[in-house]
Each structure stands twice: as structure tokens, then as C-alpha cells.
């Protein structure tokens, strides 16, 4: 029960270029969330899935799409980085049982230049 | 708008000594209230939440908080720190019926020996 998996856990970018994040978890959630951590700010939600099939806009989601492959699996891309996009990546899920809280991967660190 | 307060940025404590973590929150209605451990390079890690009933709740690692309706907030604490409390700390709410959970911005606590 690997939990919440990410990868890659360390990318570096140019600005312009794209890349798809990747999320995974083994515990049968139907909500998959990503965010961003930036020093000072906590995380900023930027999309999340609530099912299977569906997604919806967080706090921050300009210059980011997802996709909730299936239950398993919900990936973040980033179609054109740029330098504000520089940050720490969080892959979060949440079952809706009365659990409820999230359960977060390890991050990914991405840096933009 | 939803808002988490944490109005220490750094707070630093000698070890064996007692721990106070505010967190105060806007909302509409009671939320569902959250406390995360975050270590260096890590992801976070849940120490305790409330749901309803007691307002004393006790999570892992030694740690409690105390829910105060009258002054919306969610206190963290621990009666004696050890050296390996050194870390960051957030508080987090989520709506009783929804997806979206918002964060303080996080206290980075450090620990003399």
C-alpha cells in the first residue's frame, strides 16, 4: 500500500516548454486533489476531482490542465511553464467516507527558468 | 471569502518546553478544522482534526488542540517539545459539504537543544 504516489519528484523547466505531473493512489479515493506550496502562502488548491470523470477549478488553476485518467489516477500539466510557476506540487486524496481528511504524496519540486 | 489565519510565521522553543500553535479561521458556518505536519522535503501529514463533539481533540505525536467556537479558532499544542518537532505546521478547513479545503500559510517552528 504504496499510499500517494508522484512523479517526477524533482523537474526543471524553460519557460515555454510543457510537462504532465503525474498522481496516483492505491487507497480507492474518489477525490483527488492537486495544490501548489509557495513559501509564505500554505497551498493553493488548483484543481481537484471530486469522481472519476470529473474536475473542477481551484483557488489558482491559470496555465494548468488535469486529467482524471481514472479512478486511480489524476494528472496536472503545465502547457506552456512559465517563471511563476515555479513551486512545490501536492497530489492529494480523500475518500468521503467519515475518514474525510486528505492524504497527501511526497511533492514534486519544479523550477522554471 | 474562507480564510485560515496563522499568525506566527517562526516560532522557536527549547526543547522540553510547552508549544501554543494558533490558528484562527474565517467561515461561513462551523468547518470541519485540520492540523498538518510538514517535514523538511516531505509531503504533509495529518496530527489531528474536528469534526464535533469534544473540542478537545487528541492527535498524534503527543500533539491536542482545542476548537473555540467563540473565537474561530483551532489552537495546537503540546505540553513538552522534543528536538524532532521541528517543523512546519499548518491548519486547514473544509466544508461540512464540499471539496475545497483552504490552509493557513503555515509556522515553522524550530527547536533548541
Known amino acids: 500500500n504504496a499510499g500517494v504516489t508522484q512523479t517526477p519528484k524533482f523537474q526543471v523547466l524553460k519557460t515555454g516548454q510543457s510537462m504532465t505531473l503525474q498522481c496516483a493512489q492505491d487507497?480507492?479515493?474518489?477525490?483527488m486533489y492537486w495544490y501548489r506550496q509557495d513559501p509564505g502562502m500554505g497551498l493553493r488548491l488548483i484543481y481537484y476531482s471530486a469522481s472519476e470523470g470529473t474536475t473542477d477549478k481551484g483557488e489558482v488553476p491559470n496555465g494548468y490542465n488535469v486529467s482524471r485518467l481514472n479512478k486511480r489516477e489524476f494528472s496536472l500539466r503545465l502547457e506552456s511553464a512559465a517563471p511563476s510557476q515555479t513551486s512545490v506540487y501536492f497530489c492529494?486524496?480523500?475518500?468521503?467516507?467519515?475518514?474525510?481528511?486528505?492524504?497527501f504524496g511526497p511533492g514534486t519540486r519544479l523550477t522554471v527558468t | 471569502a474562507q480564510s485560515v489565519t496563522q499568525p506566527d510565521i517562526h516560532i522557536t522553543v527549547s526543547e522540553g518546553a510547552s508549544l501554543e500553535l494558533r490558528c484562527n479561521y474565517s467561515?461561513?458556518?462551523?468547518?470541519?478544522l485540520f492540523w498538518y505536519v510538514q517535514s523538511p522535503g516531505q509531503g504533509l501529514q495529518l496530527l489531528l482534526k474536528y469534526f464535533s463533539g469534544d473540542t478537545l481533540v487528541q492527535g498524534i505525536k503527543g500533539f491536542e488542540a482545542e476548537f473555540k467556537r467563540s473565537q474561530s479558532s483551532f489552537n495546537l499544542r503540546k505540553p513538552s517539545v522534543h528536538w524532532s518537532d521541528a517543523a512546519e505546521y499548518f491548519c486547514a478547513v473544509a466544508p461540512r459539504s464540499g471539496q475545497n479545503f483552504v490552509f493557513g500559510p503555515g509556522t515553522r517552528l524550530s527547536v533548541l537543544p
Open positions: 467561515y461561513g458556518a462551523t468547518p470541519y
Open positions: 492529494a486524496s480523500r475518500s468521503m467516507s467519515v475518514v474525510y481528511e486528505q492524504y
Open positions: 487507497m480507492n479515493h474518489n477525490s
